[in-house]
């Protein structure tokens, strides 16, 4: 019988998916936990890390920390085309705000509803919209200034419906930056909005949290403001052995019966995942699949089975490889090779000398900046780089053996055509009876 038909598998690994238990972080949550409690403002967040690494997780755990403590949470992911110019970004501050504002801020205010309004909580949406870009519109001054008297409007809301503060919260905030060539400063903006109201003392407290790759703190860093100093920097990491152990071991003990994953098997697991919180729910997901199909009990030497990185490599990290070309391949497969470490960086001399006379150490610097381009890789401090998707070096490895094979296989001498038409004799047939252990469960 299929066990499958009975269990759901509870691992999600994919962008912005919640996971079945959320592991570690627990100082993240403290310090906003604090600021959260504090009835002024005078420090925003910065969450930063790696594709995978949490940042879009945490940020529902941190949105659930400011409802609990009655703040408004108003915020979005920002996307291209809201972060091009500061008119649109501040269209975009004013819908989600309006959004945000519960009824009950609206209608006790004094937004002008439109006649025979049944005043539904979408209808109030809109006439707060309506209201907030009003006053925007009517403003004279920089889009600073009319921004900052609408939203004073939207403070006004708020204090008056008893709410502890305003949380603007931007995911994606990779996408923000100054377009100084076209006199366009959309994060200077964002940063000189939230500073002034900081700086007024506005009267209920407003705090910016801003999320994304690790390049939004040079966007930061690049603006017209002293920005840095307002942030108290988030950055994620990989999690613990722990942590990552208790991520994958609690949605296991709810699976029990009819899985019986062993001790070896989760240590195992956790092992293969190197604590990176996308493979923790990757090697989750590929563990209770595998168990599934094998009873229920399975011993640690046969896990993972060999598609695994190949449907890792699929998810992960294919649509990056694919924008690459031939050479970028050639001086990627020697940084994989090169590296003693999981997540080691590397420059573009080391690269150079690494190659045997293939790139000069310019001509691997050039690549390694188109490179950053694509996303393959990231610069972590100056004149050094690391791989941004984790097991990247595995997974070039493996594809370029496979490449060479194919090459090889064309240049060996061909078979006599009768041995390649010859059925093949399978040899790989072996059947290991799993002991029937009792599952782990030290959590
Ligand atoms: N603390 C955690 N414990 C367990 N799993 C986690 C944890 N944080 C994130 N994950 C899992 O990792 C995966 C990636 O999470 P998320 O989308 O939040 O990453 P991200 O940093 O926002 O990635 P991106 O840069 O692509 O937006 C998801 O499947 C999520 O469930
Ligand atoms: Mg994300």
């Known amino acids: 019988m299929d066990r499958r038909v009975f269990v759901e598998n509870p691992f999600r690994p994919g962008a912005g998916h ?9 100082d993240e949550l403290e310090r906003f936990q604090r600021l959260m409690r504090q009835d002024y403002a005078t420090e925003n967040i910065l969450v930063t890390g790696l594709r995978g690494f949490g940042k879009t997780v945490l940020l529902s755990q941190l949105r659930t920390v400011a409802r609990e403590n009655g ?12 972060s091009l110019s500061e008119e649109r970004l501040a269209i975009r501050i004013l819908a989600d705000l309006a959004s945000a504002l519960p009824a009950q801020a609206v209608t006790e205010s ?61 995911d994606e905030a990779q996408c923000l930056f100054d377009h100084a060539d076209r006199d ?55 999690l613990n052995r722990d942590d990552t152990l208790a991520a994958l071991a609690h949605p296991l003990v709810k699976l029990h019966p009819p899985l019986y994953p062993s001790k070896d098997l989760v240590l195992k697991a956790a092992e293969l995942t190197g604590g990176y919180p996308y493979l923790i729910q990757f090697f989750g997901r590929e563990l209770v699949e595998q168990l599934l199909q094998n009873g229920g009990v399975m011993s640690s030497e046969q896990f993972p089975s ?28 020697i940084a994989a090779r090169g590296s003693n470490h999981w997540g080691e960086d590397f420059s573009a001399a080391e690269l150079s000398e690494l190659s045997n006379g293939e790139f000069s150490s310019a001509q691997a610097n050039q690549y390694l900046v188109a490179l950053c381009e694509k996303g393959i890789i990231y610069r972590t401090r100056h004149g050094r780089y690391a791989f ?4 990247s070096e595995s997974m070039i490895i493996n594809r370029m053996s496979k490449t060479d094979e194919v090459a ?14 010859a059925p093949p004799v399978d040899e790989s047939v072996h059947v290991e009876v799993a002991p029937k252990k009792r599952g782990w469960f030290g959590f």
């Open 388 to 391: 941004t998707v984790p097991m």
């Open 110 to 170: 004094s937004v002008n509803l439109l006649p025979n309004e049944e005043g539904d909580s979408e209808d109030l949406g809109t006439a707060i919209f309506d209201e907030l870009r009003g006053i925007y519109e009517r403003t004279p001054g920089l889009t600073i200034d009319r921004l900052r008297a609408a939203f004073m409007k939207a403070i006004s809301l708020v204090k008056r419906s008893k709410m502890s503060g305003i949380v603007l919260a931007y």
């Open 408 to 421: 090889e296989s064309w240049e060996t001498a061909p078979k006599d055509l009768a041995a390649a038409t």
């Open 18 to 26: 919640t996971p079945p238990y959320f592991g570690g972080r627990k």
């Open 306 to 333: 060999p598609s695994v990185i190949e449907r890792l490599d699929a998810g992960l990290f294919s649509a990056r490889w694919n924008r690459t070309t031939d050479k970028q391949r050639d001086l990627l497969q």
């Open 71 to 82: 703040w408004l949470w108003s915020g979005n992911d920002l996307s291209e085309s809201a």
């Open 184 to 238: 366009e400063f959309p994060m200077s903006t964002l940063v000189e909005l939230v500073s002034s109201l900081q700086k007024q003392d506005s009267v209920v407290p407003v705090v910016l949290v801003l999320c994304g790759l690790p390049q939004v703190f040079d966007a930061l860093t690049a603006t017209r403001t002293y920005t840095e100093r307002m942030f108290n920097v988030m950055r994620l990491n990989r």
